[in-house]
């Protein structure tokens, strides 16, 4: 689990009290609020809106001055986009779909999301090791143990402090995908009953972890989806 919340030296103590607040407490919570760098992942089915938001947070972020990179798995560095057009494109086996899908997270982890979190700046991950859980356990029927022990590996035992899992009705999703018109890749195939499993692997883990993992209803308008994932960053 990485740290939240980095301790910055505040100087000498103001005591101050400004409309009942010490100085002090004051330049602690700005500095603190300042040094914040948090792991975000955001997932869900296909179809729930998941770029439009990540691109609206990017903007929030900026506007706030915090530092930030956002990535996206399976990708994120050129081994790792290779491994997503064989994923995204190729039909195999659920064991080996899995191991890619780790294989690409250990390469992404070690090399970009790790050394952004050590440099103290907060991580946008479109999709990360909840997605095997609900696509390949859940949708594929791998081996849910297994799935977290290489997470684990994978992950170097690191979660997100925040997960937010983008929600809709499978209809209103399938009919968003539609619309889109897009040439569709091997998972937008797949059937409808393989997304109603995915979908309850993510609502289950929202059940299971509570704290870190948090649904948000994306059949609501753009700009309230964005709220409330603003509303549960707390930044
Ligand atoms: P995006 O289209 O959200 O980038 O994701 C690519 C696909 O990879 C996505 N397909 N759908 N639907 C989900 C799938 N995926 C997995 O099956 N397991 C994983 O661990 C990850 C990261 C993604």
């Not at 050129?78 to 250990?106: G, S």
């Not at 040439?183 to 972890?209: C, I, M, Q, S, T």
């Amino acid at each position: 689990m990485c740290t939240n919340i980095r301790h910055q030296d505040t100087g000498p103590t103001l005591l101050l009290p400004i409309n009942g607040i010490h100085l002090a407490t004051l330049i602690i919570y700005i500095s603190l609020i300042m040094n914040k760098n948090l792991f975000i992942t955001i997932e869900g089915i296909e179809g729930v809106g998941k770029t439009t938001q990540i691109k609206l947070l990017e903007a929030y972020l900026k506007g706030k001055g915090i530092s930030f990179i956002s990535t996206r798995e399976p990708g994120g560095t050129q081994v790792c986009e290779k491994i997503r057009n064989i994923l995204l494109h190729d039909e195999m086996d659920p064991v080996t779909e899995l191991m890619l899908y780790e294989a690409a997270r250990a390469e992404h982890f070690s090399t970009v999301i790790e050394p952004a979190l050590k440099d103290n700046r907060t991580v946008i991950c479109d999709r990360f090791a909840d997605a095997s859980i609900a696509y390949q356990g859940y949708g594929r029927g791998v081996d849910i143990k297994l799935i977290e022990t290489l997470n684990e590996i994978a992950t170097k035992q690191t979660k997100p402090d925040l997960t937010i899992v983008l929600d809709m009705d499978l209809d209103q999703a399938s009919e968003r995908l539609r619309k889109r018109g897009t040439e569709p890749d091997k998972f937008e195939r797949l059937d409808k009953e393989f997304y109603k499993k995915v979908r309850k692997g993510y609502l289950d883990l929202a059940v299971k972890e509570p704290e870190r993992v948090k649904i948000i209803n994306s059949l609501q308008s753009i700009e309230k989806v964005h709220q409330d994932i603003v509303s549960v960053i707390k930044y």
